[in-house]
């Protein structure tokens, strides 16, 4: 089969499961598959993802319909020589190239990007950047990450770790230093309730045996449960201050918003309204917030499609 050079071999790689699809570069999804995501030795993980690739596509190695193959990885990677650097999710292997066995196996260029960069890069292609040069992309799901694109451009940082604001500093309200996405991601606040729960005993948090995560978090501030409203009113307030510090440092102007939690419009209009508050003579929000078009079931499987047109140099910002 001749490969098509308008399809890429996507492949999202998250903690619990890999989803794998071809994508046309216009960013349509032919068809996908998705599997338990398994801690293993790389490159017995590999040799698995192979199979799967076999199975969506029905056809061997050598008759690939796809001109490239984009990775969204969650971990560090190195961008420049294109190596999964760390990565809780498998064990890593030294002498194990991902992208240059791919390569050699299926004959076509392969890409590996960090997933929250990826989605970014999903956002030039197909989402705010076609409307904005400058932006920053804003993941607020299991944990809390940042891409930041600047004229059209990803920004990396000198040691491709630009964006990780999950690890800045946060003062809590006892003086202990954390980092900020132990309270601000759906699994911080979910912690982060758990710990509050001995001074709201008549919280629905306390009762029931059901995982106090994001969602539930959510569930209960709608009931306006008075621990919820605790919990949230503090997550909203760090990440509105830590937005304001980034559009007083980098002017991005715009920010679009992925992951579950900031699916929640109740959450989207309470962190406008801190924006807002945060308000004084030296400063004044004026940038503008929005949630991904794009699609919170694909927007990672796009994003890795996008990386391979980006880094192949096959998107050319408006």
Not at 40 to 61: N, R, V
Not at 210 to 215: Q, S, V
Not at 293 to 303: Q, R, S, T, Y
């Amino acid at each position: 089969m001749e490969k098509d050079s308008t399809i890429i071999l996507g492949v999202d790689v998250g903690g619990t499961k890999v989803c794998i699809g071809l994508v046309r570069s216009d960013g349509e999804v032919l068809q996908k598959l998705q599997y338990p995501m398994r801690y293993m030795a790389i490159a017995d993980w590999t040799e698995q993802l192979k199979e799967k690739i076999a199975q969506l596509t029905g056809t061997s190695s050598s008759t690939q319909p796809f001109c490239g193959i984009g990775f969204a990885f969650r971990g560090i990677v190195d961008y420049q020589s294109q190596i999964l650097r760390s990565c809780s999710l498998l064990a890593l292997d030294a002498g194990f190239n991902l992208c240059a066995e791919l390569r050699r196996y299926y004959g076509v260029p392969v890409y590996i990007e960090n997933d929250v960069k990826a989605a970014t890069i999903a956002e030039i292609q197909y989402g705010i950047g076609r409307k904005y040069p400058s932006f920053g992309c804003i993941n607020v799901g299991t944990g809390l990450g940042l891409g930041i694109v600047c004229d059209g451009v990803l920004w990396h940082g000198s040691a491709n770790c630009a964006g990780e604001i999950g690890t800045c500093p946060l003062i809590r309200r006892d003086g202990n230093l954390d980092r900020l996405e132990n309270l601000v991601s759906g699994m911080g606040i979910g912690q982060e309730a758990q710990r509050r729960l001995a001074r709201f005993p008549q919280s629905v948090l306390s009762k029931g045996d059901e995982i106090i995560d994001g969602r539930t978090v959510f569930s209960a501030l709608k009931k306006n449960d008075p621990l919820a409203k605790s919990v949230v009113d503090d997550f909203t307030y760090a990440l509105a201050l830590q937005m304001a510090n980034l559009e007083s440092t980098l002017n991005l102007g715009h920010y679009v918003f992925i992951g579950s939690v900031a699916s929640n419009s109740q959450f989207m209009s309470a962190l406008r309204t801190c924006l807002k508050k945060l308000t004084y003579p030296a400063f004044r929000w004026t940038a503008s917030l929005n949630v991904t078009d794009i699609g919170a079931a694909e927007v990672g499987l796009k994003g890795a499609a996008s990386l391979f047109l980006y880094s192949s140099g096959r998107i050319f910002h408006p």
